[in-house]
């Protein structure tokens, strides 16, 4: 059996080219979104509607309602209660603002492009609001890791300072503030900077005696928290 250092080198090889210090997709904007030509939709039933989307309700990296027109002229709408997944077929616009999004400068030149620019989809997930009976389809951050934990834009997280590049807003001056994060399938929860060294291991990660091993020790600092989440992912069964 490889040990957990072992394991940990495979994790790293693997996203070698990936984002060096933020591994979770910055998020394309709403407006974007919204203007999207080709999406699909996977309803609480399994059935699966493809189409441009005609209409949308979106808040702050969430749609709480949206319309699909298909190709034969169909019309459907649905309230994010009644889908699973939606997913927005990514332009070469929306993957190239979302990498100019990275959240401070030093970060903006460890960025793996490439990897942005070549995704397909952006995927949206039903969940449960915090403290709330309502439903809301949230950007996921973290695809291709998110089989334990998928972490979510917070539209009320703190915002960094900003500034201008060849037109672009770049932000500068460090993470968000705080995320939702599903964990197994549960309600979002809101998970914050300033209390996730406390909250990291009792809340967030576990029952994986791996995980506790590989970080036993260490201050969970916020701005490893991507690094937390994929490797969570990779040594937890």
Same mark, same amino acid.
């Given at each position: ?22 591994? %979770? ?48 002229? !169909?019309?459907?709408?649905? $309230? ?11 332009? !070469? ?30 995927? %949206? ?8 009976? $309502? ?6 951050? !973290?695809?291709? %890791? ?48 300033? !209390? ?24 969970? +600092? +916020? ?15």
């Amino acid at each position: 059996m490889k040990s957990i250092f072992t394991l940990l080198t495979i994790c790293m090889a693997s996203f070698a080219y990936a984002q060096p210090s933020q591994y %979770f997709m910055p998020p394309v904007d709403d407006d974007l979104i919204a203007t999207a030509r080709e999406v699909f939709a996977v309803t609480l039933d399994g059935d699966t509607v493809r189409g441009r989307m005609t209409g949308s309700l979106m808040m702050g990296g969430q749609i709480r309602s949206l319309n699909i027109k298909d190709d034969d002229g !169909n019309k459907y709408k649905f $309230k994010a209660a009644e889908v699973k997944v939606v997913g927005v077929k990514a332009t !070469n616009f929306m993957n190239r603002t979302s990498a100019m999004s990275a959240p401070n400068m030093p970060r903006l030149m460890d960025q793996d492009f490439k990897k942005i620019m070549n995704r397909e989809w952006i995927i %949206f997930d039903q969940a449960l609001l915090p403290k709330k009976d $309502k439903y809301a389809l949230m950007q996921l951050l !973290n695809p291709g %890791f998110d089989s334990k934990i998928k972490v979510y834009i917070n539209p009320n997280a703190g915002e960094s300072a900003q500034i201008e590049v060849s037109g672009f807003s770049i932000q500068d001056g460090g993470d968000d503030t705080s995320y939702l994060v599903v964990k197994d399938g549960e309600r979002a929860e809101i998970f914050k900077k300033k !209390n996730y060294n406390d909250t990291a291991l009792t809340e967030l990660y576990t029952d994986c005696p791996d995980f506790e091993e590989a970080y036993s020790g260490e201050r969970f +600092w +916020w701005s490893n928290f991507s690094e937390h989440v994929l490797f969570y992912d990779k040594l937890c069964d």
